[in-house]
């Protein structure tokens, strides 16, 4: 049996004096059926958990709370598409998909999950890194840093894109009801006050004419062109969150760094102090203790920020242009084989309707 997950349902349900929404999950994993029940917290938690699990690799975003309207029937609607989305995405990242983070939001607790963040250590998830990913040397590296400067003004502008389509969506509806207004009532009756001796639109071949032409008339596919928009600005956001955790990492590596350099000063320090009382040593060895726990600190944050690093550089950014590439692609064609049998059915329909004058 193939893996896979989908959200199946989601109900308001009332729990005391407070409403939430539950979302009901079906599924198979590793040849196990599933149905579980989650809330919107669950989720927010897994991601959590994932990020904390897996700093600086890509983990895909879920839709953004919000402290009013959560039970309204749109914003349950959105909330379930994008949760399954969330989902889905998860399905096709192997080491979220079969890990143990996943594992426990199916079969356990949300205590359970936020349990397992608390236990990763850097050690922890340098090994994990070490044994999950691989890396080719002669692959491209990317530049991180102009990436991460090109997602920050692109973000916007698809956010603005999004808006635009969204607009296109509503003026492309009132157009279709427009022209199926105008054909189906406005012409006959039009006709009938003209008392045509040979009516064109009172006639029930030009409607049945005009009903083959009408699915393709009315059809809407400005809303592929918004639903690519809102995928690409999801995806951008995602790797903005990976790529500031790696920031995080690397700010973390110049503080330890700093501190690091301050204890080397204090310890310098000292040994050119006169011992006071006999405690001179027991200061010398409480710091030259500090300096080696902060010099293994500072040495495994720097293994992770190398590692976040050639993941980032040689696989989460060409997997960002890969699928934008491929999706890019697929809306073109859906949309350039709409307009095309769009205006392929007007043609036809107009051209039968002149035959008839």
């Not at 349902?9 to 929404?21: H, K, P, R």
């Not at 594992?103 to 356990?108: A, C, N, W």
């Not at 090994?127 to 040397?137: G, L, P, R, V």
């Not at 976040?308 to 491929?326: A, C, G, L, V, W």
């Amino acid at each position: 049996m193939q893996d896979f997950i989908k959200i199946i349902d989601a109900q308001v349900m009332e729990e005391s004096l407070i409403n939430y929404t539950q979302y009901q999950i079906k599924g198979i994993r590793k040849g196990e059926v599933f149905v579980i029940n989650k809330r919107y917290n669950d989720f927010v938690i897994l991601k959590e958990v994932f990020n904390k699990s897996w700093p600086g690799c890509f983990i895909p975003p879920i839709p953004q709370k919000k402290s009013l309207g959560n039970l309204d029937s749109n914003v349950i609607t959105y909330r379930s598409k994008y949760l399954s989305y969330f989902l889905k995405k998860i399905l096709k990242i192997p080491y979220l998909w079969l890990g143990e983070e996943m594992s426990i939001f199916i079969k356990g607790t949300t205590e359970q999950l936020q349990e397992v963040a608390k236990t990763k250590t850097l050690q922890s998830i340098i090994s994990k890194y070490e044994q999950t990913f691989a890396f080719n040397q002669n692959q491209q590296v990317h530049d991180i840093d102009q990436f991460y400067s090109q997602i920050c003004q692109i973000i916007p502008q698809i956010e603005n894109f999004s808006t635009i389509a969204k607009n296109l969506i509503k003026e492309k509806d009132a157009q279709n009801q427009g022209l199926v207004m105008f054909v189906e009532q406005f012409l006959p009756q039009f006709e009938k006050l003209q008392q045509q001796n040979h009516p064109i639109f009172v006639n029930e071949e030009t409607q049945e004419q005009f009903q083959l032409s009408k699915k393709c008339c009315t059809k809407n596919e400005y809303n592929k062109v918004y639903e690519y928009t809102k995928i690409v600005e999801r995806e951008l956001l995602a790797c903005k969150d990976a790529l500031i955790q790696r920031n995080a990492i690397s700010q973390r590596v110049k503080d330890e760094d700093e501190k690091l350099y301050k204890l080397n000063i204090q310890l310098q320090e000292l040994h050119s102090k006169t011992p006071l009382f006999g405690k001179k040593e027991e200061k010398l060895a409480s710091i030259q203790s500090q300096i080696q726990l902060q010099q293994q600190t500072l040495q495994l944050l720097k293994s992770l920020e190398f590692l976040i690093n050639k993941i980032i550089s040689q696989q989460e950014i060409p997997n960002f242009y890969r699928f934008t590439k491929d999706k890019y692609g697929r809306l073109i064609k859906v949309f350039s084989d709409f307009q095309i049998k769009y205006h392929q059915a007007q043609a036809e329909f107009w051209e039968k309707i002149q035959l008839k004058i």
